[in-house]
């Protein structure tokens, strides 16, 4: 587990679902705390279009407040996205932190701002927001380290740039036709 996360969440229990949901109807106490891996399969699961394999660690915890439910999350990890410039796989280094509210409701909503779950089952899948939060710290231009990109396929996007020098030879013969077509 990330140092950050253990700092900031070891303080209370753990615990350790299978999905990505909060059951906030069956909240003991008034503050929990989740801790997930978005591995391989959750990206294969969520089937966003940008990431598609990843180690990304999210430690979350809820907080219920008389008006609403405040979920502060944090995460860290790595995600595979293709390179602006040679559209290879890359590696993209994860790292931010974000909340959300939500309030129980008549049924399932979310307007960006609060999300209002349906009371009568008072689950909150989180899945398709943790997967957005992640998507969100990609930088809008990611590409690999310089030198790090594959050749070929630069060669294929942009010949002019890795056009091999003229052979020396060839140019004097060059400059030699010219000069002879301007007599
Ligand atoms: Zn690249």
């Not at 996205?81 to 509210?101: A, K, T, Y």
């Not at 594959?150 to 030879?169: A, F, G, I, S, W």
Request: hydrophobic share 35%; with cysteine; proline share 4%.
């Amino acid at each position: 587990m990330p140092e950050f996360i253990k700092k900031s969440y070891l303080c209370t229990p753990m615990d350790i679902v299978d999905g990505y949901i909060v059951d906030l109807k069956g909240m003991k106490d008034d503050a929990v705390s989740h801790h997930w891996v978005l591995s391989d399969d959750f990206f294969s699961a969520v089937q966003g279009d940008e990431i598609k394999h990843g180690q990304v660690d999210v430690a979350l915890r809820v907080k219920r407040t008389s008006e609403a439910f405040e979920l502060d999350f944090q995460y860290e990890g790595m995600v595979e996205v293709e390179c602006d410039r040679c559209l290879e796989l890359m590696n993209q280094p994860i790292q931010g932190q974000c909340s959300l509210r939500a309030k129980m409701g008549e049924e399932d909503d979310d307007d960006g701002e609060l999300i209002t779950v349906a009371e009568s089952s008072g689950i909150l899948n989180l899945e398709w927001h943790l997967y957005e939060m992640v998507a969100l710290e990609i930088p809008i231009r990611h590409v690999h380290s310089d030198g790090e990109c594959n050749d070929k396929v630069m060669e294929c996007l942009n010949p002019q740039e890795t056009e091999k020098p003229v052979d020396p030879r060839w140019a004097a013969l060059e400059a030699l036709k010219t000069k002879t077509n301007k007599k």
